[in-house]
């Protein structure tokens, strides 16, 4: 008798009360068909879609500023998987690391349904080869070797005309990977540059983001990745209308914003809703994941992020 649930006993003990408990459990959200198992399943939350997910995407920094290894990812997703979409690499940290346990790493993250993304560091192999389409293939050849899914094209550090970039998006998926050009309004943005120096260096118009991140779509960019630095990272004050600008002019699920702070992340929760497409820390997972359910939150988005879930079902208007 004691060893059965408290639910179970008192529905065996008052039998109306099981018709109670069905209806609840059948009117409940749920994430996904594993989530069956969930024992706090029956409470209300927001929807989260299956993965793979097309919005409110997460992606997490892997190795960089802190070590992640094998078995802590694996611990990590075991635990948090269903929250977590992609591992990025980032600073060409692959690159350091023996072939045996750089694979190890990216077939963990594939054993949890999640992509995994090299970062930034094309901007390296093109300064250091002066663009060589030869060296730039070999790069592309080698990443898909290992097993990376996408292939994030930044351009931060460097100035190349947008017609170029645009060829390297195309480059990037004849080599089978899936081109997410970095965009943003920062020159010099990356390699965590002081606010002086940021500053001394100039931003550009949100209009440039915007007509190069669309050249970027229409030349086979799989997700358009925007660049904090200058908008919400080192700035003394946030550029919310850059934001604005951005969301307002190119496709949600096609934008993912670099948001490594909570207050960042929440802001834009806050102001896009639950399926906002993120980057963020792997320390982050647990917060941003609570905030997109709904569960938890702060004074100003504590039981305010909500979802409809008949959404999907619903006619568009053009």
Avoid at 6 to 21: G, I, V
Avoid at 201 to 206: F, K, L, Q, Y
Avoid at 238 to 250: G, P, Y
């Amino acid at each position: 008798m004691f060893a059965q649930p408290l639910l179970r006993r008192t529905a065996l003990a008052f039998p109306h009360t099981r018709t109670a408990h069905r209806a609840l459990s059948a009117t409940a959200p749920r994430l996904a068909p594993s989530a069956q198992s969930y024992p706090f399943n029956f409470l209300p939350a927001n929807s989260l879609d299956p993965k793979p997910r097309s919005k409110g995407i997460t992606e997490i920094r892997g190795p960089y500023y802190a070590p992640v290894t094998k078995t802590y990812l694996d611990e990590l997703l075991s635990d948090w998987g269903e929250y977590v979409d992609g591992i990025k690499f980032a600073g060409g940290a692959f690159s350091l690391m023996p072939e045996d346990r750089l694979r190890g790493l990216i077939d963990t993250a594939h054993k949890h349904n999640c992509y995994v993304s090299t970062g930034g560091f094309v901007e390296r192999v093109l300064s250091a080869s002066s663009g060589n389409m030869d060296v730039v293939s070999k790069y592309l050849t080698a990443c898909k070797n290992v097993g990376f899914d996408v292939m994030e094209l930044s351009s931060g550090f460097l100035s190349i005309p947008t017609e170029d970039w645009a060829s390297l998006v195309e480059f990037t998926a004849k080599h089978g990977l899936k081109p997410k050009p970095e965009v943003g309004i920062q020159w010099g943005a990356g390699g965590d540059a002081p606010v002086k120096e940021l500053e001394s260096a100039g931003t550009r118009d949100p209009k440039w983001l915007i007509d190069r991140a669309n050249t970027f779509l229409q030349a086979g960019a799989h997700m358009i990745m925007i660049e904090s630095e200058g908008i919400t990272e080192n700035v003394k004050s946030w550029r919310t209308d850059v934001i604005s600008a951005i969301t307002s002019a190119l496709p949600r699920d096609k934008i993912m914003f670099e948001a490594a702070e909570p207050d960042v992340f929440a802001y834009h929760i806050q102001n896009q809703g639950a399926r906002a497409n993120l980057f963020i820390d792997h320390s982050q997972i647990v917060q941003l994941a609570c905030l997109r359910r709904g569960i938890w939150g702060t004074g100003g988005t504590f039981a305010r992020i909500v979802t409809f879930e008949g959404a999907q079902d619903l006619p568009r208007t053009k």
